[in-house]
C-alpha cells in the first residue's frame, strides 16, 4: 500500500511516500504554499500520479490532545482533500515531528541551511513512518480489507 505523507505548515508543506509494500517511508519533495486552493490541487495532482491508496495529514495536536488553530486548518486542510482524491484521507497525531526531524537531521551532521531544505518533508517521513508502524495490519492487508474483515 503505497501512502502519501504531508506535513503542513505555514509557509511549506513536506511531501513523503512510503515504497508500495508499505514498509519504509522516504522524504519526496517540498511545496512552497501560496494558496489553499493551489496546495489542495498539487497535493491532488500527486496523489493521482505517484497512485497512492491512501494519504496522511499529519494532526499537529497541542500536548494535552486538543485541537488548537494549527490542528483546526489540517482538519480543513482534509475535509477539502477528501472532496478532490479518491483514496481514503487520515489525520495522524504529529506532536513533535518536526522537532524529531531536526533532531534527526542534525545527529546526520547536516548543515543549517540543508536542515532548513529538507525538515519538512523528513517530518513528513516521520509521520508516515509512524503510521505504518502503528497500523501493521494494512501493510499486509489486500486492497479494501478492514481490520474487522482480516
Avoid: C
Avoid at 49 to 56: D, L
Avoid at 81 to 102: N, Q
Avoid at 130 to 143: G, S, T
Amino acid at each position: 500500500m503505497t501512502i502519501l505523507g504531508l506535513d503542513l505548515g505555514e509557509r511549506r508543506i513536506g511531501v513523503a511516500l512510503s515504497d508500495p509494500t508499505g514498509t519504509v517511508a522516504v522524504p519526496l519533495l517540498t511545496i512552497s504554499h501560496t494558496a489553499v486552493r493551489r496546495d489542495l490541487a498539487e497535493v491532488a495532482q500527486l496523489a493521482k500520479s505517484r497512485r497512492v491508496e491512501r494519504i496522511v495529514v499529519g494532526w499537529p495536536r497541542n500536548m494535552d490532545g486538543t485541537s488548537g488553530p494549527a490542528a483546526r486548518k489540517a482538519e480543513a486542510f482534509v475535509r477539502a482533500l477528501r472532496g478532490l482524491v479518491d483514496v481514503p484521507v487520515d489525520l495522524w497525531d504529529e506532536r513533535l515531528s518536526t522537532a524529531a526531524a531536526e533532531r534527526a537531521l542534525i545527529e546526520a551532521g547536516a548543515r543549517r541551511e540543508h536542515r532548513r531544505a529538507v525538515r519538512d518533508r523528513v517530518a513528513a517521513a516521520l509521520i508516515v513512518q509512524n503510521y505504518l508502524e502503528a497500523r501493521p495490519w494494512e501493510r499486509d492487508a489486500p486492497a479494501g480489507a478492514t481490520r474487522e474483515g482480516i
